[in-house]
Each structure stands twice: as structure tokens, then as C-alpha cells.
């Protein structure tokens, strides 16, 4: 579906959001060190996977109310930076090394800023 843009002269990017519930079997100290090696991994790609402008892993402050454990909020250049970011080799690794293994549910929106 296409979108109408009212706003002249600006520029449009994608948030990435994710939300990750960890394998309940694991200890909290087991979580900890998962939680540290996803923020270190995917933090650690801007720079490396191209049009990803920014990443950050939210792994501390959880209330109990939350029913995740941890976030990614990330920024993109466009919707095609997005579908590269996703097959990018480094991207890749750090999912299925430090994320896949660990994670049992996971949460996606991604939607369109006016920057």
C-alpha cells in the first residue's frame, strides 16, 4: 500500500522494533549473559550493516508488568535498507548465535518516521 505524504522536504525512516521473550528454562543469571550478548551483538552492527542508522537494546529497568525481556529500537534509512538489514551476513550471525538459540517468542513492528 502506498503512502500519501503531506509534509514537503522531509525525510522518512523506518523503526525497527523488537521484542523478545528468553527461554523460561534458563537461570537469571544464564538470561543476564543473553541479554548482554544480543545488546552487544546487534548494537555493534551500525556501522557494519549499511543504512542501519541506529540500534539499541533495552535489557535493564523491566518492570513486572512487562511480559517481554528484552527490546531492540532501531532506525533505518528506508524500507530497502530494512530488507537488506535482515539477510545482511552480520545481522544474520548474531541472530542465529546469540538470539535464536535463547529466544521463545518474538514481537516485530516496524513503521514508517517522519525525521
Known sequence: MNTIHFQYNKTYMIKHIIL?????????????????????????????????????????????????????????????????YAVHPAHVKVAEERVKPFAVQRVCLDFEICE
Not at 60 to 66: F, H
Open 20 to 84: 523478545w521473550t528468553l527461554n523460561p528454562e534458563l537461570s537469571e543469571e544464564e538470561k543476564e549473559n543473553v541479554k548482554a550478548a544480543i545488546k552487544q551483538g546487534l548494537e555493534a552492527l551500525v556501522g557494519v550493516v549499511p543504512g542501519l542508522v541506529e540500534a539499541t537494546v533495552h535489557i535493564d529497568g523491566r518492570l513486572a508488568s512487562s511480559n517481554a525481556d528484552l527490546m531492540l529500537d532501531s532506525t533505518l534509512e528506508s524500507e530497502e535498507a530494512l530488507k537488506a
